[in-house]
């Protein structure tokens, strides 16, 4: 058998987008457990980052529930 150009192409692009997906999925698992051993050990940074988190919560919930009041206002059609 002899190889081909096709085949070489082949060869790299499909090589190089394994290697893209395998190397950004164990930097992904590998960044979230290091970002949680941060978080964790740090009690005062927690409980500001829990805080924040809820905060920001309840204002989304406040811009749906705005959303969800002015829908039907407009029209007769609710357009």
């Not at 085949?7 to 950004?24: E, H, K, N, R, S």
């Not at 805080?51 to 989304?60: E, K, L, M, T």
């Amino acid at each position: 058998m002899k190889p081909s150009a096709l085949g070489d192409v082949a060869t790299y692009c499909l090589l190089g987008g394994g290697g893209i997906f395998f190397g950004g999925e164990t930097g992904l698992l590998t960044g979230t457990f290091r970002a949680r051993q941060q978080i964790g050990s740090d009690r005062d940074g927690r409980d500001r980052i829990q805080r924040a988190f809820r905060r920001f919560q309840a204002d989304a919930l406040r811009s749906q529930a705005e959303v969800l009041e002015n829908e039907g206002k407009g029209s007769i059609l609710g357009l």
